[in-house]
């Protein structure tokens, strides 16, 4: 006779998805300065300026005219990007007239994030203090900033201490605040590579006469080696 047939029996398979995180493949953004002006103006180049407030998140992508766009890589800025110069631009020096930061006095540029300037292979570029504006420093690297200069000059920084307190009948006046870093404050991360600070000065505050005759003596300007929280004239 025939064999009994046996019941097979196959249980049902689940299946349970999983998510494998990645690594983050943004690639940092280049942003190309062709324009030597200093402005923050929608209109056809891409100054010094305009480059690190992007970079800075003080300007946003959207921003940008359709020109100027054209000089960013990526729209996703903030992240180790790197600045750049055209050729129109190579060997000539970026005149700065005004000061976007006052948290250590005023300060041409803040940096709070990681961003590379790039001078010109051949020609270098200069960044300096218009020799009509008022004092400013040219960098202040804040404590969330890396900051990297290469082929870079940078001269006419002038940090001014504030001047001392008055004094009264029987006191001298207060002491001037020291100028802190001329070229470059820096609480950061700074790298100087194949750069040139030059003709940048840190100066004290006058100390001012007390009504009693004494005087209170001036800030010093000071110079640091570039560690954390060392000022660079």
Do not use: H, W
Request: no cysteine; net charge negative; glycine share 18%.
């Amino acid at each position: 006779g025939s064999r009994p047939r046996t019941a097979l029996r196959f249980g049902r398979q689940t299946f349970r998805p999983s998510m494998e995180i990645l690594e983050d493949r943004t690639a940092p953004a280049v942003l190309i300065v062709n324009s030597a002006a200093d402005n923050n103006v929608r209109d056809t180049g891409l100054t010094l300026r305009e480059a690190i407030l992007l970079t800075n998140g003080g300007l946003t992508y959207g921003a940008l005219s359709s020109l100027e766009k054209a000089q960013v890589s990526s729209s996703t800025l903030g992240v180790n990007d790197t600045i750049e110069f055209a050729s129109t631009v190579a060997g000539q020096p970026i005149d700065l007239t005004a000061f976007d930061d006052s948290s250590f006095g005023p300060s041409a540029f803040l940096i709070s994030s990681q961003v590379t300037i790039v001078g010109d292979s051949v020609l270098g570029t200069t960044i300096t203090r218009d020799i009509e504006a008022q004092n400013f420093r040219l960098f202040t690297v804040a404590s969330t900033g890396n900051l990297t200069l290469q082929n870079v000059t940078l001269s006419g920084g002038v940090a001014q201490g504030f001047a001392g307190g008055g004094g009264s009948t029987t006191e001298g006046g207060g002491g001037g605040a020291a100028g802190l870093g001329g070229a470059i404050f820096n609480r950061g991360t700074l790298t100087l590579q194949a750069s040139t600070l030059t003709d940048n000065q840190a100066i004290g505050g006058n100390g001012v006469d007390g009504l009693g005759g004494q005087t209170g003596g001036g800030g010093s300007g000071l110079s640091g080696a570039g560690a954390t929280g060392a000022e660079i004239g």
